[in-house]
């Protein structure tokens, strides 16, 4: 199959030749996201080579004038795929890399493999690679969705595992939002630094499949933890919302909704500690916007007001954080029926219920904040910093000023690898349109440990 990256790399580089004349932002990009730079040559006609200094960032390529080193042309890089490759002759071996699609891209040539190493490893943060297979060795399934298969490997080159999502691109290409889902994912995933979250390494595409590299986490999810100790001790759930709302503060500020929060979109950092863990899956993550309409989510998890079509905003995060606070708080699901559509009805509605069996020995500011959280109306609903100064969380759980200390004398918008000129040029050409949708089902056991029983009611 052709690329999926070579119609969104294009609307990048809209003149359709690879280079461009420099926008107005080059240089704080260069001052705000420079990976590497260093001289390359060029192959021009009849056998003349160029030599000129090239600057790469965290989303464009600059070409650079000989005389003043100022940058002369530039290119959109995030969307190109890198290939490398040698040329032997009787004279010489030489050594380079080939960025771009089809009819339009690019050769560069090095010195040597060291400074070919050097640029593959800078170009694999931010375009795309090809052949996953040459790079890693896949040692079992660990997950499977509807259009990806999440694996964990063995990366051949540092002896280290990792987890690839494996997106199968002829499943995207039949599905209702198609390759913008996995752009839209990809571009998200480029913009997040948070230690509390998956980590994206590299893109891989080949024939069949993109491969996103992704940190691997030996803990399990949080649904199979619930299974196994079917509830948290106050102060332990606690102690994890507060993390988990520091997450959704970070994401929010950032304007990213992840939209699919639930348990088993949360992998725990170890097999004994219950507040650690990463958020991943940020398959149907948006970038807010006021006509927010797509319906999606899981069942038992969705914001009432996507399940009433209405538009919404990043508070559909904090409904869903509420349920999980409310599962770990009890060890049962507020919403329970015997299929999805069941469910989804008293989701809809929104009626929780905290039984004594349950809640009688919890304290009235913790059910007070799983309240405020799950609110149905979003305008009411707290925010996830407002959440984070609640009596229950200031009082039970760890005191705010020990909360993240790396992170919390950082604005937002330092911790984000995307910022400064490239990151508004791609704000200006990323595809968000978003073709109509129906509700997505994650996985839901009804029978868990932490599903309602009817005759609870």
Not at 68 to 87: C, D, L, Q, R, Y
Not at 214 to 220: I, K, Q
Not at 421 to 431: A, E, K, T
Request: charged fraction near 25%; aromatic fraction near 10%; proline fraction near 4%.
């Amino acid at each position: 199959m052709s690329s999926i990256f070579q119609a969104i790399d294009l609307e990048a580089n809209p003149s359709g030749k690879f280079w461009s004349p420099p926008e107005s932002f080059t240089l704080d990009d260069i001052t705000q996201n420079k990976i590497i730079s260093s001289q390359l040559k060029l192959l021009k006609n009849q056998g003349v080579w160029k030599t000129r200094e090239f600057i790469l960032t965290k989303t464009c390529l600059y070409y650079c004038q000989k005389t003043s080193g100022n940058p002369k042309k530039m290119t959109v890089i995030k969307w190109k795929k890198v290939e490398a490759f040698t040329e032997e002759s009787e004279a010489e071996e030489r050594h380079g890399f080939k960025l771009g699609h089809a009819a339009v891209y690019q050769e560069f040539y090095v010195e040597n493999v060291e400074v070919l190493e050097i640029w593959l490893i800078a170009l694999s943060q931010v375009a795309i690679m090809p052949e996953f297979e040459e790079d890693y060795a896949i040692i079992k399934e660990i997950g499977k969705g509807n259009y990806a298969t999440v694996y964990c490997v063995h990366d051949l080159e540092f002896n280290k595992k990792f987890a690839v999502k494996q997106i199968s691109k002829e499943v995207v290409s039949k599905s209702s939002r198609g390759a913008s889902a996995v752009i839209s994912e990809i571009e998200i995933m480029r913009k997040i630094n948070h230690p509390r979250i998956v980590k994206l390494y590299k893109v891989y595409e080949n024939e069949n499949f993109v491969s996103l590299v992704l940190d691997f986490v030996e803990g399990g999810d949080l649904y199979h933890r619930i299974q196994k100790k079917e509830k948290f001790p106050e102060e332990v759930a606690a102690n994890f919302i507060i993390n988990f709302l520091d997450v959704l503060k970070y994401l929010h500020s950032l304007n990213i909704v992840h939209r699919d929060l639930k348990p088993e979109n949360i992998i725990m950092s170890s097999i004994e500690e219950d507040t650690e863990f990463k958020l991943c899956d940020f398959g149907l993550a948006c970038i807010a916007g006021d006509d927010q309409v797509l319906r999606c989510g899981s069942p038992g998890y969705v914001a009432p007001e996507i399940l009433m079509k209405k538009s919404y905003n990043n508070k559909v995060d904090i409904f869903s954080a509420g349920i999980i606070l409310f599962i770990i708080l009890s060890g049962r699901a507020p919403f329970y029926g015997k299929n999805p559509n069941e469910i989804l009805l008293k989701n809809k509605e929104c009626r929780l219920i905290f039984h004594d069996k349950y809640w009688g020995h919890l304290s009235r500011d913790c059910i007070n904040l799983v309240i405020k959280l799950t609110e149905p109306d979003p305008n009411e609903r707290l925010s996830a910093e407002q959440a984070l100064r609640h009596s229950w969380l200031l009082s039970s759980g760890r005191k705010m000023d020990l909360l993240t200390p790396a992170l919390s004398s950082k604005k937002p918008e330092d911790r984000s690898p995307d910022s400064g000129g490239s990151f508004l040029l791609m704000q200006r050409v990323i595809d968000r349109r978003e073709m109509g949708a129906n509700i997505t089902f994650g996985p839901l056991d009804i029978n868990s440990p932490y599903s309602e029983n009817k005759q609870d009611n």
